[in-house]
């Protein structure tokens, strides 16, 4: 499983609309929400642990927002 972070993705946006943009690159397993060390506060970004399948795109369009991928490999 990878870690993928997504900087970027709405409060608006479900668990199942990301699911449907990440699916064509992979099985996603588990998604979180980020939180702040300092104050436990939500961000904006949102962690997902999913198995990879087909190369990540840099760039990706999750609810109308254009977000980047961040990972290791």
């Known amino acids: 499983r990878t870690r993928v972070r997504l900087p970027d993705v709405g409060y608006d946006c479900t668990e199942v609309v990301v699911r449907k943009a990440l699916e064509p690159y992979g099985t996603v397993h588990h998604m979180i929400r980020e939180k702040e ?5 939500y961000t904006m970004a949102v962690i997902v642990f999913m198995t990879i399948k087909k190369k990540l795109p840099n760039m990706v369009n999750i609810g109308g927002r254009t977000n980047e991928m961040q990972y290791r490999g």
């Open 37 to 41: 060390k300092d104050y436990g506060l």
